[in-house]
């Protein structure tokens, strides 16, 4: 199975797990990415948005609770959520094409 379209995904946590993982084998077979190294750094990427997400939240709470007038937190807390988000949808988006794209493999 060819996943080089991954090395295309900017993230330095998925970049750094196919780096790592790539193991040399013997002759008979091929160089490869371990899969289970890529989907747990892909977990600990979701992780991490969601814990952005709820840093988000939270500081909206504090602003609208009046219990900080710091905006430039909630701005910052905000960015990050956001960003995270998209970059998690694009990577869900990727692994549903190549999902798709297996799925249509004639055996």
Not at 25 to 37: L, Y
Not at 45 to 54: A, Q, R
Not at 63 to 80: F, P, R, S, Y
């Amino acid at each position: 199975m060819d996943i080089t379209s991954l090395y295309n995904v900017t993230s330095g946590a998925i970049k750094q797990a196919a780096e790592s993982s790539v193991i040399g084998r013997g002759a008979s077979e091929n160089t490869g990415i371990s899969f289970d190294s890529i989907l747990n750094k892909a977990m600990e990427n979701i992780n991490t948005t969601n814990s952005y997400l709820s840093d988000a939240e939270n500081e909206e709470i504090r602003w609208a609770l009046g219990e900080t007038q710091n905006t430039h937190d909630l701005t910052i807390a905000l960015g990050k959520a956001s960003t995270a988000l998209q970059y998690t949808v694009a990577v869900r988006d990727k692994l549903l094409d190549a999902y798709k794209e297996i799925m249509q493999i004639q055996i």
